[in-house]
């Protein structure tokens, strides 16, 4: 967490390229809300989910760029030479992306309610919707981690920023899934697992209180979790080959 | 807390071999032993197998055969005990440059499971004694490589492990740093027992620090012995000059091999092992000087570990280096 906090160059770009991004498109996309049946008259309150999935993406970059650093300067090493665990030693690594998931979503969603964005779910509904950015973030956190230990270097794990870039953008991002005319996109987005972590955040921002949208989320940062987390384990098995 | 298991604090090997896949056998079968207290140097050029055994030992790396003890335990089936008992300073400092010397110190405290009140009074003592507390709370990115090496040092001390693996750790210092490093290795084998197995391809580290040396080259160990015993076992010292006159060389060969069998020399030289060893080099001055043969240069070459490779290998440690030890980096935990 400590050396998390101590690299401006890996938090500034997480904080403020979303915040770019987001300006950008509830400036550009604002007459969209004119759409019939779209579900809010506010694009920016819409286009406000984005940003966590964003935040959770560099996530992926972040905590394994740290780890693929750990192994080429030996470190893990080090570490390996200790009795600590390799779970325990996961579990560390992942620290850091609980404290950048929290910076992330409370910077967010300040910035976003002082440029008018609406929460309809109140105070409450902040709450969650901090506990579902922290929990995509650390989700994604494990894949940058399993990409880490699979490569061990971190020009790799950082080749996979456009990757997961165009998950987002072949998402419901720009529109409801329902409004989106296109087929092949529109079944490409309803395959989108990035489509519901989405529909969760907007659920707490303008829809009100939605328990299948949400479970749906929570689900998913829970289903990437274990799936992350079980690959990181194993490849660090292998990687930290110690008898 | 560092333990010791019934074989107390030495290194037992036996036929350690191993092998990486679609390479040669970075280790190739050694067997050697190091007792308790012992300054072991562990001499060869790059891609000798040194660093593989180094990771070995140090159960960072399964061996392909073979069976050794550290500190009593086993290698492979006792890893967590060897680990316990060793500290190691693996050939790069392994370092997060984020990170300053206390935080280090308090990590590497923590996870070897000191006491809270311990932690803190064992890394201020360890970072006093390599000279690193006025720079303890400094980041260590900012460091020389000097003191990199120290505090690389100082942590593979935090648990006091009664056995310590040095995989080069001089390479790329200063002779400040470097002979600094050297008094503190000294210390810790002299004043407190510490078992020390040390990586070198500095001839003059393995001379200055190691009780005795093994010469490691393919994987293979080709000479053992305490570094003046394996000096002797080569032969005796050259003398070798060069005449003022270049016609009287002819001349001098034949002075100087009144004192021994003629030797390899430079053109413009003569050279010859001397039987009676340095002390005769006085009478070679006179034998010279009642010949009237006027010299330019008067060399005397006692045998170096360099030499002893030369003997055993047929090379010259000096760039007889291969590439990196096949697979070593991939296989290990980022093996350095």
């Keep these: ?34 759409l019939p049946g779209f579900p809010t008259d506010s694009y920016l309150t819409f286009a406000l989910a984005v940003p966590f999935v964003q935040g959770a993406i560099f996530s992926v970059m972040n905590t394994g760029t740290d780890l693929a650093r750990d192994i080429e300067t030996g470190f893990l090493n080090r570490l390996a030479l ?8 996961l579990s560390g690594l992942l620290a850091g992306a609980v404290a950048l998931g929290l910076l992330q979503a409370a910077t967010y969603l300040t910035v976003g309610l002082v440029a008018g964005a609406e929460l309809t779910t109140g105070f409450a509904g902040a709450l969650v919707l901090v506990a579902l950015s922290v929990s995509i973030t650390v989700a994604f956190g494990t894949l940058g981690l399993f990409a880490a230990l699979r490569s061990g270097s971190g020009e790799a794990v950082q080749s996979l920023f456009p990757v997961f870039f165009v998950f987002l953008f072949i998402s419901a991002m720009a529109l ?22 989405l529909e969760a955040f907007r659920s707490l921002l303008f829809e009100g209180w939605d328990l299948g949208a949400l479970a749906l989320g929570f689900g998913i940062a829970l289903a990437v979790l274990a799936v992350g987390m079980t690959a990181a384990t194993g490849a660090l098995k292998t990687r930290m080959v110690r008898t | 807390m560092a333990t010791t298991g ?5 290194i037992e090997v036996e036929g350690l071999v191993r092998e990486f896949k679609n390479g040669p056998r970075a280790v190739d079968g050694i067997d050697l032993q190091v007792a308790a207290g012992e300054i072991y140097g562990f001499l060869g050029p790059n891609g000798a197998g040194k660093s593989t055994t180094v990771l070995m030992l140090t159960t960072l790396l399964p061996p392909t055969a073979g069976t050794a003890r550290v500190a009593g335990f086993d290698i492979v089936a006792e890893g967590p005990l060897v ?44 970072l006093e004694r390599v000279g690193l507390s006025q720079a303890a709370d400094r980041r260590v990115g900012g ?3 000097g003191m990199k090496r120290r505090l690389d040092l100082a942590l593979a001390l935090a648990h006091r492990p009664r056995i310590l693996f040095l995989d080069e750790p001089t390479t790329g210092l200063d002779i400040q ?12 084998a002299v004043d407190e027992g510490v078992t020390v197995f040390l990586t070198t391809q500095y001839l003059e580290e393995a001379d200055a620090l190691a009780g005795r040396v093994g010469i490691i080259d393919h994987g293979r160990i080709v000479a053992e012995g305490t570094p003046a015993a394996l000096k002797a076992e080569i032969g005796r010292p050259t003398v070798e000059a060069v005449p003022q006159e270049p016609a009287d060389r002819d001349r001098l060969a034949a002075v100087l091999e009144r004192f021994g069998a003629s030797a390899a020399a430079s053109p413009r030289a003569a050279a010859a092992r001397l039987d009676g060893g340095e002390s005769q080099l006085a009478e070679v001055v006179r034998a010279l000087d009642s010949e009237g043969i006027a010299i330019e240069t ?12 030369l003997a055993k290998t047929g090379r010259s440690l000096e760039g007889a280096g291969d590439a990196e030890e096949p697979g070593a980096e991939a296989e290990a935990v980022g093996a350095t």
């Design chain 1, 176 to 197: 409801p899934l329902d409004l989106i005319q296109t087929d092949w996109f529109r079944a490409v987005a309803t395959a989108n697992p990035v489509t519901y972590l």
């Design chain 1, 82 to 89: 200790t009795p600590l665990r390799g779970a325990a030693l």
């Design chain 2, 177 to 188: 740093s470097r002979t600094a490093l050297w008094e503190e290795v000294s210390r810790l």
């Design chain 2, 6 to 10: 019934q074989g107390g604090s030495g």
């Design chain 2, 298 to 309: 008067l060399q005397l070459h006692t045998p170096s570990l360099d030499d002893v490779f």
């Design chain 1, 1 to 34: 967490m400590i050396r998390t906090l101590r690299q401006p160059a890996q938090i500034v770009p997480a904080l403020v390229f979303p915040m770019f991004l987001l300006a950008v498109n509830s400036g550009g996309l604002r007459d969209t809300t004119d």
């Design chain 2, 143 to 145: 460091y020389s490589g």
């Design chain 2, 83 to 126: 680990r316990s008992s060793i500290g190691a300073a693996l050939q790069e400092a392994a370092l997060d440059p984020l990170l300053s010397a206390r935080e280090h110190m308090r990590l590497q405290t923590a996870l070897h499971g000191l006491g809270k009140g311990e932690r803190q009074a064992r890394g201020q003592e360890l």
